[in-house]
């Protein structure tokens, strides 16, 4: 004899808005009116309580599953979100969850976001603003903004309206435009509009968000790698020549937001390079002499790559504090170039390493290190440049000395 199948729960993933109930769609209304609960954090629920409706204040997957599997007797439950359920709200892990659990169905309801509200407000379409939250989530919210005309943030916690002003101001972009959404939605909604240097030394509620313009977004010269050795302040300090660079970093196979090292780094070149190729990633330029050190600060700021972080000393320690790398270039050494190696595969197995060598020595004291410490079957070039010089009415080419490159995979990469 068949047992009665039980009831299933309906549990409704309900966008709210940005917490006033005007905000709410109408669909969304509706649907929470007809539950027989409601769950949330204390502020998304307090807007309803007139309803009269049971209410569980909570925000964790696992509590709320709890919930729901204790009080079968409540068929249509409804969980808000501010906002849109799809973004950055806790709707997605939720779904996981619940989807886990035996007699229930899980249904999504959209809302307004912040920033389509924000936007709305202030004038603007914002198909081409690009969105990040910092709400408990690291990120380079700094080279999104180099990248990007519009970018969105989602402030929270230790990221605060003002630090991200005060932020923006020390890395040479005091002048963008900043617009400030303080509790959007509520009667004592605030919109304030002016440049971060001016923002950076106001307070602002706890609940704002930003959108920040820089109109200067991605002038810093062109976009692939291989810049003219020109563009970049030199000094006296040796630097990777253009066409080395752009081979090196192709071999280096970078992804957006990878975490590079750049050892021995002289004039920066090569960081600043990474640091345009990956604006979600991070770059640590390690260098230990005074004037190289001056050099990489000027072109830095030159090229407005925020994400190049300078790391004065000597590797090996001063990777320790580091990190985990994805990714390092190694353009000198020191004479260390085993225990480099080492200490970098004690931070990540899986790491790609490539190496510049001038001469046959270090040319071969690099394969013995590589082999030595497990790394893959190197990929293993010799570069030869030679440029056209004017001579009177003529043009000789000029060349340039030879270059090893060496590109391999630690041991703990897919082979």
């Not at 240097?197 to 810093?220: D, I, K, Q, Y």
Request: hydrophobic content about 40%; overall charge neutral.
């Amino acid at each position: 004899m068949n047992e009665p199948q039980k009831n299933l729960q309906t549990v409704f993933l309900l966008a709210a808005g940005m917490g006033n109930p005007s905000c709410m769609t109408i669909q969304a209304r509706e649907i929470l009116e007809s539950c027989q609960v409601l769950i949330g954090s204390k502020r998304i629920l307090e807007p309803f309580l007139d309803l009269g409706l049971p209410t569980f204040s909570a925000f964790q997957p696992e509590q709320i599953g709890s919930y729901l599997l204790s009080h079968p007797q409540f068929e249509r439950a409804a969980v808000l979100f501010s906002g849109d359920v799809g973004f950055y709200s806790g709707a997605r892990l939720l779904a996981q969850t619940l989807s886990g659990l035996p007699g229930m169905q899980v249904q999504w309801v959209c809302g307004i976001s912040s920033p389509a509200y924000l936007c709305a407000r202030l004038g603007m379409a914002w198909e081409d603003v690009f969105l990040m939250s910092l709400h408990g989530r690291e990120s380079n919210w700094l080279g999104a903004v180099a990248s990007h005309a519009k970018t969105f943030l989602l402030t929270g916690g230790s990221q605060t309206v003002t630090g991200l002003c005060q932020c923006l101001c020390q890395h040479g972009f005091a002048d963008v435009m900043v617009h400030v959404g303080e509790r959007l939605s509520y009667p004592d909604e605030r919109i304030t509009t002016a440049t971060a240097g001016t923002l950076s030394n106001r307070s602002f509620a706890p609940l704002s968000v930003m959108l920040v313009e820089n109109p200067r977004a991605g002038m810093s010269g062109p976009v692939t790698h291989g810049l003219d050795d020109s563009m970049f302040v030199r000094g006296r300090v040796p630097m990777t020549k253009s066409e080395v660079r752009s081979v090196s970093l192709s071999k280096l196979q970078l992804y957006p937001e990878d975490i590079v090292y750049d050892i021995g780094a002289g004039t920066g070149s090569v960081s600043v390079e990474i640091a345009r190729q990956i604006p979600y990633g991070a770059v640590y330029a390690i260098e230990r002499h005074q004037e190289a050190l001056s050099l990489l600060r000027e072109n830095r700021s030159r090229f407005g790559v925020p994400n190049l972080h300078i790391i004065s000393g000597s590797a090996p320690q001063a990777l320790a504090q580091l990190p985990a790398p994805d990714r390092v270039f190694l353009g000198g050494t020191g004479g260390g170039m085993e225990l480099i190696l080492s200490a970098l595969l004690d931070k990540n197995p899986k790491v790609r390493v490539v190496l510049n060598a001038v001469t046959l020595e270090t040319l071969t004291h690099s394969m013995k290190a590589l082999q030595t410490l497990g790394f893959h079957d190197p990929d293993i070039l010799q570069l030869s440049v030679a440029k056209a010089k004017q001579v009177g009415g003529y043009h000789m080419m000029q060349g340039q000395n030879p270059i090893y490159i060496l590109a391999a995979d630690g041991p703990g990469a897919i082979s």
